[in-house]
């Protein structure tokens, strides 16, 4: 297929870069040209605007996939594709935008008969080579008609043993993509799924505090025990009920830096556990995990411990995040009460 890609960063590149390997072809756009450049010269084509991209993809119907931070970015350029294409065209947005703001976007766009399919992706940096795990919304016409590019991105059967009962017959979400839903139950199955990762990656980085500071000189000498993190995390890689991607990441820093030296446990969260947090409220569904895991983030930007540097080691891992380099306090969604 060919498709306009629309931020080339570190996922959106990535994205262009996988779908050409398979031989799709890419017309993209980035406001930094040297983003615009390496794509190029992999193979892409690169344009200097959303009009040349439009412009640049011939044939209908055209698809073109967002790859922006959630809020104001991506708000102006869903607008702008909006007054450039046309009838039977789609805007993919494959960032992290509230749901209730997809909602409001797709109504708009079909009154254009313009498509919106909302695409919540997980993948991070690794992506590339390991596939993106692809949480997809929007009218079945559409997500039908994009079904090779999802091929392509999602990772595939692999080696992870099939699940049993799941059925005889691959599924499209055994092969790590699903059609979650109507407009907007993309990015909210990917909130979700963000508000879960916000948990699992506080219950370690508490674990390894607590393991860590059983050292402590507050503790009775004969209780004190000088603990081999990185080989704590090793042994729990293999074949413990706990092994995770997440735990490979952990795993990873601590070899290379036993005491996360290079991190000083500020963490920042990126929206979506704060809207996870929101849903749980609108739906009186209790959330205690979840909740303090956000709660333990915003704390971070207060006192740092070893367990929030572990979290900076995991979010570095997976996503390369940046500690300070995030906005504290995210964009509100404009569909957000």
């Not at 498709?3 to 590149?13: D, Q």
């Not at 690169?46 to 991209?53: F, I, S």
């Not at 590339?128 to 079945?140: A, E, L, N, Q, V």
């Not at 490979?248 to 990126?270: I, T």
Request: proline content about 4%.
């Amino acid at each position: 297929m060919r498709i306009g890609v629309v931020g080339i960063g570190r996922m959106g590149g990535n994205i262009a870069r996988r779908l050409m390997r398979a031989k799709h072809s890419c017309v993209v756009f980035d406001a930094n040209a040297s983003a615009r450049e390496s794509l190029a010269k992999d193979g892409a084509t690169a344009v200097e605007t959303l009009t040349d991209l439009v412009e640049a993809l011939s044939g209908e119907p055209r698809a073109v996939w967002l790859m922006l931070p959630a809020g104001e970015i991506t708000e102006t350029t869903v607008r702008q594709l909006g007054d450039l294409l046309g009838p039977g065209d789609t805007i993919i947005d494959g960032g992290n935008s509230f749901y209730k703001d997809d909602i409001r976007r797709a109504k708009k766009l079909a009154e254009k008969n313009i498509r919106y399919v909302d695409c919540g992706t997980s993948g991070g940096v690794w992506g590339i080579d390991r596939g993106y795990c692809m949480m997809i919304g929007g009218p079945d016409d559409a997500v039908a008609a994009l079904d090779p590019i999802f091929a392509t991105l999602a990772p595939g059967l692999g080696d992870i043993p099939r699940t049993p009962g799941h059925g005889r017959d691959a599924s499209a979400a055994e092969q790590g993509y699903i059609h979650a839903g109507p407009s907007g139950a993309g990015h909210f199955v990917k909130m979700i799924h963000n508000g879960i990762e916000y948990g699992l990656m506080q219950a370690y980085a508490e674990g390894f505090d607590i393991l860590r500071n059983k050292a402590s000189e507050d503790l009775p000498e004969d209780e004190r025990f000088t603990l081999k993190l990185p080989e704590i995390a090793e042994v729990w890689r293999r074949g413990s009920v706990i092994s995770s991607w997440l735990l490979d990441l952990g795993a990873s820093a601590l070899a290379k830096d036993p005491q996360l030296q290079a991190f000083s446990g500020y963490v920042q969260d990126s929206g979506e556990g704060r809207w996870t947090i929101e849903a749980a409220l609108e739906e009186a569904v209790p959330a205690d995990v979840l909740s303090a895991a956000l709660y333990a983030r915003f704390r971070s930007r207060q006192e740092h411990t070893f367990g929030e540097r572990m979290l900076s080691a995991m979010r570095f891992g997976f996503g390369g995040h940046i500690e300070g380099q995030e906005s504290i306090d995210p964009a509100k969604p404009k569909g957000a009460k």
